[in-house]
């Protein structure tokens, strides 16, 4: 698979209309998605879907509503805007599922995001309540292994009325009604505090964020390894990306060491998480939302990329995602640069970079390994 090949859209038939997927996006193949889709029924006017994907489960009630895609990745937002770019009852927005518009809609869908941890899908679930108007219906989808029955009493704690439509195995899909009020929420924000190289830095994240609340032993690894890697040493002056760079946790040390930094990052929430550490931190760094690399300017090139890449996808281990990195990394180097990446020791990526890039060093096993390659 090229790079090319990763960010290319692909038609889906579903139903009268395309939906466009591509690898490492939500939401399809997904069994929770599919069984949502098969289980909504047309209710009232307006529509948000707070957890779309690429858009499988609310796509059918556009013959009947107009929906707003509210979404946080940029690969799956590209393939919204493809596949809805000229429905007039459709609007893709980028965004957090707490951001909708307050009573503002008949009904909400949400596939529940429990890969993101607890705490992100209570929020998700307090801006389903917030969204509807009073007696607005809510439908929910999940799989009991991963908490929908906690998450199912929790959300008719908030709207009241709930019962289960459809049971697939493990899967469950269930609607509710908006009966009680919507009490204000906390705010999400959080951070810590560590020292790195040195310096002492503080990182702000909001929920469901990659390691939140800490520095993933993986990354420690990376930065200590880098740290004793005499060619990554001294960065004062060098162009740093960090691919998947999360809330800066990898790339904030570098911009305090003196590096000009540049984070590319799918998650919406993850790129103000990371915004928010340059500026809790007095440092400059520049930030995108990106499917892997695409959103970056196309003439840049750096001198050392680093990455802690993904490998999880809805409960699946894919490389999809990885490989994709690996092949930016090859083509955003400049000659003469240094490719870092960490990464679980049975994950197979040396041969995704010895074939990108014909060299590989192996600096350090412990539970993890990092890799460089150089241009």
Not at 104 to 127: F, M
């Amino acid at each position: 698979m090229t790079l090319a090949d990763y960010h290319r859209l692909l038609p889906l038939q579903y139903g009268k209309m395309p939906l466009f997927v591509k690898a490492g996006a939500r939401g399809y193949p997904d069994p929770r998605y599919e069984l949502l889709a098969r289980a909504l029924e047309p209710f009232g006017e307006r529509v948000v879907d707070l957890n779309p994907g690429v858009g499988l489960a609310s796509a059918g009630l556009l013959e009947h509503s107009r929906v707003d895609l509210l979404e946080t990745s940029r690969a799956c937002l590209r393939c919204l805007e493809r596949s809805f770019a000229h429905h007039p009852g459709a609007r893709v927005r980028r965004g957090l599922p707490w951001e909708a518009e307050a009573e503002a809609y008949d009904q909400a869908v949400l596939v529940l995001p429990a890969e993101r941890g607890s705490r992100y899908v209570e929020l998700a679930l307090w801006g389903a309540a917030h969204s509807l108007r009073p007696g607005g219906r809510l439908w929910i989808a999940g799989d009991t292994k991963r908490g929908f029955e906690t998450y199912f009493k929790q959300a008719k704690q908030r709207l009241g009325y709930g019962l289960i439509r459809h049971r697939q195995g493990s899967l469950r899909v269930a609607v509710l009604e908006k009966e009680n009020p919507t009490p204000p929420v906390g705010a999400p924000w959080e951070s810590f505090a560590a020292e790195i190289w040195g310096h002492p830095l503080r990182f702000r994240h909001l929920p469901g964020v990659f390691s939140a609340g800490h520095l993933d032993p993986a990354s420690q690894l990376l930065l200590h390894t880098l740290h004793e890697d005499g060619r990554a040493g001294d960065v004062k002056g060098c162009t740093v990306l960090d691919l998947g760079g999360g809330y800066a946790g990898l790339s904030l040390p570098f911009a305090a060491a003196g590096a000009s930094v540049s984070v590319a990052e799918d998650d919406w929430g993850s790129v103000l998480s990371a915004q928010a550490s340059f500026r809790a931190n007095g440092l400059e760094g520049r930030v995108f939302h990106s499917d892997v690399e695409e959103a970056l300017p196309a003439a840049d090139r750096f001198d050392i990329i680093i990455s802690n890449p993904p490998f999880h996808l809805g409960g699946e281990v894919i490389l999809d995602v990885a490989q994709a990195f690996v092949q930016a990394a090859r083509s955003r180097l400049r000659s003469g640069g240094r490719f870092y990446l960490v990464a679980n020791s049975f994950l197979k990526y040396e041969p995704l970079l010895e074939a990108a890039f014909g060299n590989l060093s192996t600096l350090r096993r412990e539970g993890y390994k990092v890799l460089r390659s150089e241009a």
